[in-house]
Protein backbone atom coordinates (compact mmCIF):
# COMPACT_ATOMS: atom_id res chain seq x y z
CA UNK A 1 0.00 0.00 0.00
CA UNK A 2 1.46 3.32 -0.85
CA UNK A 3 1.41 5.58 2.12
CA UNK A 4 0.14 9.44 1.80
CA UNK A 5 2.70 11.48 3.85
CA UNK A 6 0.12 14.21 4.17
CA UNK A 7 -2.14 13.66 6.77
CA UNK A 8 0.92 11.70 8.71
CA UNK A 9 2.64 14.62 8.85
CA UNK A 10 -0.06 17.07 9.58
CA UNK A 11 -0.59 14.97 13.13
CA UNK A 12 3.40 14.67 13.11
CA UNK A 13 3.98 18.50 12.80
CA UNK A 14 0.73 19.48 14.92
CA UNK A 15 0.66 17.17 18.19
CA UNK A 16 1.09 19.95 20.32
CA UNK A 17 0.59 20.18 24.51
CA UNK A 18 -2.88 20.78 24.76
CA UNK A 19 -3.80 22.25 28.24
CA UNK A 20 -5.94 25.53 27.79
CA UNK A 21 -7.92 23.90 24.52
CA UNK A 22 -8.95 20.63 26.23
CA UNK A 23 -12.87 20.50 26.17
CA UNK A 24 -13.99 19.44 29.86
CA UNK A 25 -17.32 18.78 29.14
CA UNK A 26 -17.30 16.09 26.75
CA UNK A 27 -16.29 12.80 27.92
CA UNK A 28 -13.92 10.50 25.78
CA UNK A 29 -15.28 7.25 24.31
CA UNK A 30 -13.75 3.91 25.83
CA UNK A 31 -13.40 2.55 22.02
CA UNK A 32 -11.39 5.49 20.90
CA UNK A 33 -9.01 5.06 23.88
CA UNK A 34 -8.67 1.27 22.90
CA UNK A 35 -7.90 2.24 19.19
CA UNK A 36 -5.02 4.72 20.38
CA UNK A 37 -3.59 2.07 22.91
CA UNK A 38 -3.70 -0.26 20.14
CA UNK A 39 -1.62 1.73 17.89
CA UNK A 40 0.64 2.21 20.58
CA UNK A 41 1.33 -1.03 21.18
CA UNK A 42 2.73 -0.87 17.54
CA UNK A 43 5.21 0.59 18.96
CA UNK A 44 9.04 -0.49 18.75
CA UNK A 45 10.22 -3.09 21.92
CA UNK A 46 13.62 -3.50 23.19
CA UNK A 47 13.44 -6.97 22.79
CA UNK A 48 10.20 -8.48 21.73
CA UNK A 49 9.01 -7.86 25.47
CA UNK A 50 6.25 -5.82 25.59
CA UNK A 51 6.72 -4.88 29.22
CA UNK A 52 4.71 -1.23 28.89
CA UNK A 53 1.41 -0.45 30.79
CA UNK A 54 -1.04 2.05 30.00
CA UNK A 55 -3.02 2.73 33.09
CA UNK A 56 -5.83 4.51 32.11
CA UNK A 57 -8.30 6.68 34.99
CA UNK A 58 -11.67 7.79 34.16
CA UNK A 59 -13.02 7.59 37.37
CA UNK A 60 -13.63 11.11 38.55
CA UNK A 61 -12.51 10.20 42.61
CA UNK A 62 -9.60 8.86 40.96
CA UNK A 63 -8.44 11.53 38.87
CA UNK A 64 -9.46 14.37 41.47
CA UNK A 65 -6.77 12.37 43.51
CA UNK A 66 -4.05 12.37 40.81
CA UNK A 67 -4.92 15.80 40.39
CA UNK A 68 -4.01 16.82 43.34
CA UNK A 69 -0.40 14.84 43.20
CA UNK A 70 0.15 17.09 40.30
CA UNK A 71 -1.12 19.98 41.45
CA UNK A 72 1.18 19.72 44.49
CA UNK A 73 4.47 19.68 42.05
CA UNK A 74 2.95 22.02 39.34
CA UNK A 75 2.22 24.53 42.28
CA UNK A 76 6.38 24.36 43.55
CA UNK A 77 6.88 24.82 39.31
CA UNK A 78 4.66 27.61 39.37
CA UNK A 79 5.78 29.34 42.49
CA UNK A 80 9.41 29.24 40.74
CA UNK A 81 7.84 31.82 37.69
CA UNK A 82 8.09 35.23 39.40
CA UNK A 83 5.22 36.16 37.34
CA UNK A 84 3.09 33.51 38.43
CA UNK A 85 4.49 32.95 42.10
CA UNK A 86 2.05 35.74 43.49
CA UNK A 87 -0.95 33.58 42.34
CA UNK A 88 -2.40 35.96 40.17
CA UNK A 89 -1.04 35.58 36.21
CA UNK A 90 0.37 39.09 35.86
CA UNK A 91 1.20 41.00 32.39
CA UNK A 92 4.08 39.63 30.48
CA UNK A 93 3.95 35.70 32.16
CA UNK A 94 4.91 33.52 29.76
CA UNK A 95 2.45 31.44 27.41
CA UNK A 96 3.78 28.31 28.58
CA UNK A 97 3.32 29.72 32.67
CA UNK A 98 -0.09 30.57 32.04
CA UNK A 99 -0.62 27.31 30.27
CA UNK A 100 0.11 25.02 33.23
CA UNK A 101 -1.33 27.77 35.60
CA UNK A 102 -4.88 26.42 34.00
CA UNK A 103 -4.14 22.80 34.05
CA UNK A 104 -3.32 23.33 37.41
CA UNK A 105 -6.95 24.43 38.20
CA UNK A 106 -8.57 22.23 35.72
CA UNK A 107 -5.97 18.62 35.65
CA UNK A 108 -8.86 16.87 37.91
CA UNK A 109 -11.35 17.85 35.27
CA UNK A 110 -9.71 16.15 32.24
CA UNK A 111 -11.64 13.07 31.12
CA UNK A 112 -9.38 10.84 30.71
CA UNK A 113 -6.03 10.72 32.56
CA UNK A 114 -3.38 8.05 30.78
CA UNK A 115 -0.39 6.50 32.79
CA UNK A 116 2.45 5.22 30.89
CA UNK A 117 4.24 2.40 32.79
CA UNK A 118 7.27 0.19 32.03
CA UNK A 119 8.28 -2.86 33.85
CA UNK A 120 11.62 -2.58 35.63
CA UNK A 121 12.83 0.20 37.89
CA UNK A 122 15.86 1.95 36.86
CA UNK A 123 16.83 3.92 39.76
CA UNK A 124 20.62 4.58 40.32
CA UNK A 125 20.95 2.39 37.12
CA UNK A 126 23.97 2.53 34.34
CA UNK A 127 22.72 4.52 31.14
CA UNK A 128 22.30 1.95 28.64
CA UNK A 129 19.73 0.11 30.96
CA UNK A 130 17.46 3.66 31.73
CA UNK A 131 17.87 3.95 27.75
CA UNK A 132 16.06 0.28 27.62
CA UNK A 133 13.56 1.55 29.74
CA UNK A 134 12.51 4.55 28.75
CA UNK A 135 13.19 3.80 24.97
CA UNK A 136 10.56 1.43 25.22
CA UNK A 137 8.07 3.27 26.99
CA UNK A 138 8.31 6.78 25.27
CA UNK A 139 7.83 5.84 21.80
CA UNK A 140 4.58 3.73 22.57
CA UNK A 141 3.35 6.78 24.85
CA UNK A 142 4.12 9.18 21.84
CA UNK A 143 2.14 6.89 19.31
CA UNK A 144 -0.81 7.14 21.86
CA UNK A 145 -0.49 11.02 21.22
CA UNK A 146 -0.41 10.67 17.58
CA UNK A 147 -3.31 8.31 17.31
CA UNK A 148 -5.52 10.26 19.88
CA UNK A 149 -4.74 13.91 17.49
CA UNK A 150 -5.69 11.74 14.38
CA UNK A 151 -9.08 10.88 16.26
CA UNK A 152 -9.40 15.23 17.36
CA UNK A 153 -8.28 14.74 21.20
CA UNK A 154 -5.51 16.58 22.57
CA UNK A 155 -3.23 15.83 25.22
CA UNK A 156 -0.21 16.60 27.06
CA UNK A 157 3.21 14.75 27.88
CA UNK A 158 3.49 15.87 32.23
CA UNK A 159 5.79 14.68 34.68
CA UNK A 160 4.88 16.58 37.58
CA UNK A 161 3.10 13.78 39.60
CA UNK A 162 6.39 11.57 39.31
CA UNK A 163 7.49 13.83 42.45
CA UNK A 164 4.44 11.69 44.09
CA UNK A 165 5.17 8.60 42.29
CA UNK A 166 4.68 6.38 45.22
CA UNK A 167 1.75 8.09 46.72
CA UNK A 168 0.13 7.85 42.97
CA UNK A 169 1.11 3.56 42.24
CA UNK A 170 -0.61 3.35 45.49
CA UNK A 171 -3.66 5.16 43.92
CA UNK A 172 -4.03 3.31 41.09
CA UNK A 173 -2.40 -0.07 42.50
CA UNK A 174 0.46 -0.09 40.06
CA UNK A 175 3.10 -2.13 42.41
CA UNK A 176 6.30 0.48 42.62
CA UNK A 177 8.74 -1.61 43.01
CA UNK A 178 8.61 -2.96 40.14
CA UNK A 179 7.16 -1.03 37.51
CA UNK A 180 8.03 2.88 36.76
CA UNK A 181 5.64 5.45 35.99
CA UNK A 182 7.04 7.46 32.81
CA UNK A 183 4.28 10.87 32.78
CA UNK A 184 0.38 11.13 33.21
CA UNK A 185 -1.00 12.46 29.83
CA UNK A 186 -4.49 14.15 30.64
CA UNK A 187 -6.44 13.35 27.44
CA UNK A 188 -9.45 15.38 26.07
CA UNK A 189 -11.53 16.13 23.03
CA UNK A 190 -9.49 19.82 22.10
CA UNK A 191 -11.29 23.40 21.71
CA UNK A 192 -10.98 23.57 17.96
CA UNK A 193 -9.40 21.18 15.74
CA UNK A 194 -6.75 23.87 14.19
CA UNK A 195 -3.41 23.54 15.77
CA UNK A 196 0.08 24.87 14.34
CA UNK A 197 3.31 23.71 13.88
CA UNK A 198 5.49 24.76 16.92
CA UNK A 199 8.60 27.24 16.09
CA UNK A 200 11.93 25.53 16.19
CA UNK A 201 15.22 25.85 15.57
CA UNK A 202 16.64 25.96 12.06
CA UNK A 203 17.36 22.24 11.29
CA UNK A 204 21.24 22.45 10.85
CA UNK A 205 21.19 23.46 14.53
CA UNK A 206 20.80 19.98 15.12
CA UNK A 207 21.00 17.38 12.39
CA UNK A 208 24.71 16.62 12.28
CA UNK A 209 26.04 14.81 8.69
CA UNK A 210 28.70 12.31 9.26
CA UNK A 211 29.96 13.93 12.73
CA UNK A 212 28.77 16.45 15.41
C1 LIG B 1 9.67 14.98 29.11
C2 LIG B 1 8.58 16.01 29.17
C3 LIG B 1 8.06 16.37 30.41
C4 LIG B 1 7.03 17.30 30.49
N1 LIG B 1 6.46 17.57 31.71
C5 LIG B 1 5.44 18.44 31.78
C6 LIG B 1 4.78 18.67 33.01
O1 LIG B 1 5.11 18.09 34.04
N2 LIG B 1 3.75 19.54 33.03
C7 LIG B 1 3.31 20.17 31.91
O2 LIG B 1 2.36 20.95 31.99
N3 LIG B 1 3.91 19.97 30.73
C8 LIG B 1 4.96 19.11 30.64
N4 LIG B 1 5.53 18.85 29.43
C9 LIG B 1 5.03 19.52 28.23
C10 LIG B 1 5.93 20.65 27.82
O3 LIG B 1 5.90 21.64 28.79
C11 LIG B 1 5.42 21.16 26.49
O4 LIG B 1 5.81 20.23 25.56
C12 LIG B 1 5.84 22.58 26.32
O5 LIG B 1 4.69 23.31 26.19
C13 LIG B 1 6.80 22.85 25.20
O6 LIG B 1 6.11 22.99 24.01
P1 LIG B 1 6.47 22.11 22.75
O7 LIG B 1 6.02 20.73 23.08
O8 LIG B 1 5.70 22.71 21.65
O9 LIG B 1 7.94 22.19 22.56
C14 LIG B 1 6.54 17.92 29.32
C15 LIG B 1 7.07 17.55 28.07
C16 LIG B 1 8.07 16.61 27.99
C17 LIG B 1 8.61 16.22 26.64
Not at 38 to 43: E, I, K, V, W
Not at 80 to 108: E, K, N, Q, W
Not at 122 to 149: C, H, V, Y
Amino acid sequence: MEIDPGPIDEVLATTRAVRRRLDLDRPVEREVLEDCLRLAQQAPTAAYREDWHFVVATDATTRAALGELWRKSARAYLARRPHAAAGALLPGTRPLVRSVAHLVRHIGEAPVHVIPCIEGRTDGKPAPAQASRWGTIAPAAWSFMLAARARGLGSVWTTFHLRYEREAAELLGIPYDDVMQAALIPVAYTVGKDFRPARRKPLDTMAHWERW
